[in-house]
């Protein structure tokens, strides 16, 4: 089965290939399609997100797509930065960017004020148009300082709840199993089995 990932995020594309391994899914990047379109990531939400960039894959490319849109939502900052997480610190901004400026401005809290959650939307959609969606939440702490080097955007920064270590300071597979990604994937690899026919093993299941 060939599945098209819509992202050009080489991190999420390794983080989807850990988990369907050893199944029977090809993933095709964005690279096998020239001339695919930039999707503009305008929607309120991280479903209507995913959805957009799903849909409009599958149109060009005439096979399945996936599309994620995810980001961290912070309690003390009334769920920011949201959808907005990728580029929080400006257009361009690079992941590093992005968590100086989350650190300053939760300066100064403590306890509870220091709760988050990452938020992962992923949408499978059909070249006819129909579209399913699937989330998953990982809950935690952001932490005072970056810790480790795995990863990528606030990993170093958010520690999963019941763990003293951050995203960044575990490995690939303690992470798939506690992130908001991973968990939605569950959901689709579930989905995928009960539709089609992929076997194999699965370390999440």
Do not use: W
């Not at 060009?60 to 309690?75: M, Q």
């Amino acid at each position: 089965m060939n599945i098209v990932l819509a992202t050009r995020n080489r991190k999420k594309v390794e983080e989807i290939g850990r988990v369907f391994k050893g199944y029977k899914v090809r993933f095709l990047t964005l690279d096998a399609f020239p001339g695919c379109p930039e999707v503009e990531e305008d929607g309120a939400t991280f479903r209507q997100n995913a959805v957009k960039k799903a849909v409009s894959i599958a149109e060009f490319t005439g096979c399945l797509a996936i599309a994620d849109d995810s980001g961290l939502e912070v309690r003390a900052l009334r769920g920011a930065p949201g959808i907005f997480s990728a580029r929080y610190a400006g257009e361009g901004a690079d992941d590093r960017k992005n968590r100086m400026k989350l650190l300053r401005q939760m300066r100064g809290l403590e306890g509870v004020d220091r709760e988050a959650r990452f938020v992962c939307c992923i949408a499978i959609a059909f070249p006819d148009g129909r579209y399913k969606t699937f989330t998953g939440y990982a809950k935690g702490n952001i932490g005072k300082k970056s810790k480790g080097f795995n990863g990528f955007g606030y990993d170093p920064v958010f520690c999963p709840a019941g763990y003293d270590r951050t995203f960044a300071q575990m490995t690939a597979s303690e992470k798939d199993r506690l992130s908001h990604r991973g968990k939605a994937l569950k959901k689709l690899y579930i989905y995928l089995k009960n539709q089609f026919s992929i076997h194999g093993r699965n370390d999440l299941l």
